[in-house]
């Protein structure tokens, strides 16, 4: 029971930082004039901030699961 809440949470937590790391870096595409006029279109840099956040999430929902473990 209790690893079914831990997956869970583990997988809105990746969720909630994949979508919020991509949507800022989507921002910074589209808002600051610099990046918005050199740019062309902000797809790929907002799809690699995707892969990047995704990455970064899931390492770090993996120790805070291994330490959720520990702890229970």
Do not use: K
């Given at each position: 029971?209790?690893?079914?809440?831990?997956?869970?949470?583990?997988?809105?937590?990746?969720?909630?930082?994949?979508?919020?790391?991509?949507?800022?870096?989507?921002?910074?595409?589209?808002?600051?004039?610099?990046?918005?006029?050199?740019?062309?279109?902000?797809?790929?840099?907002?799809?690699?901030c995707f892969i990047?956040?995704?990455?970064?999430?899931?390492?770090?929902?993996?120790?805070?699961?291994?330490?959720?473990?520990?702890?229970?």
């Amino acid at each position: 029971m209790l690893g079914a809440v831990g997956d869970i949470f583990s997988f809105l937590g990746v969720l909630i930082i994949t979508v919020l790391g991509t949507l800022y870096g989507y921002i910074i595409c589209t808002r600051y004039n610099n990046l918005a006029v050199a740019l062309y279109s902000p797809l790929l840099p907002t799809i690699a901030c995707f892969i990047l956040s995704a990455f970064i999430a899931v390492i770090f929902m993996s120790v805070y699961d291994m330490s959720i473990d520990t702890i229970l």
